[in-house]
C-alpha cells in the first residue's frame, strides 16, 4: 500500500477508499471502511449548523449539478487521510457580511472536527477553512 501522505487532496467523492479499514471489535466480525464522502457529508451538515455560515461553495461541477437539480451532500467539502485514522478536512465557505469572521470560522472548525470525530471514530487532525465569500442575506419582514 502506498504512503498516504503522499496522496494528493482529492474532493469527495473520489473512487477510492483511503481512510484505512478498522476492526470492529477483537471476535473477528471485520473491518469497516468509510469512504470520503461520508466525511464530506458530516462535514457539511455540522457546518449548516454554525450561524453566519451561509453556504459551502463548491466547483464547476456542482454548480451544474444545481442546474439539472442534483444539489451535493459534501459541496464545498475536500478529504484527506494524512496518517492512518488522522483526518483533514478543507472547507470553503461562503459567510453572512457583518459576522466576526475569525469567530465564525473557529465555530466552523470546532463543529466539524466534533461531528466528525464522533461519528467516524477518527481523528481530525485539521480543519482547514478557505473564505471564499461574504454574502447578505435576506432580511425577514
Known amino acids: 500500500m502506498s504512503d498516504s501522505k503522499n496522496k494528493p487532496m482529492t474532493e469527495a467523492p473520489s473512487r477510492n477508499w483511503p481512510v484505512p479499514d478498522q ?11 468509510i469512504h470520503n464522502n ?6 457539511h451538515e455540522a457546518a449548516d449548523r454554525v450561524p453566519g455560515v451561509v453556504e459551502l461553495s463548491g466547483t464547476l461541477v456542482d454548480e451544474i449539478a444545481d ?9 464545498g467539502v475536500k478529504v484527506a487521510v494524512e496518517a492512518e485514522n488522522t483526518i ?21 472548525q470546532l463543529e466539524v ?5 464522533e461519528m467516524t471514530g477518527k481523528s481530525v487532525q485539521a480543519v482547514n477553512i478557505s ?5 447578505r442575506t435576506a432580511k425577514a419582514s
Open 67 to 75: 442546474i439539472i437539480g442534483k444539489r451535493s451532500r459534501d459541496r
Open 131 to 135: 473564505v471564499q465569500s461574504i454574502r
Open 113 to 117: 472536527r466534533k461531528a466528525v470525530e
Open 23 to 33: 476492526k470492529t471489535d477483537d471476535a473477528g466480525l471485520g473491518t469497516v471502511r
Open 88 to 108: 483533514v478536512v478543507e472547507l470553503t465557505a461562503i459567510l453572512e457580511y457583518g459576522v466576526n469572521i475569525p469567530k465564525v470560522c473557529g465555530e466552523l
Open 38 to 43: 461520508v466525511i464530506a457529508v458530516i462535514a
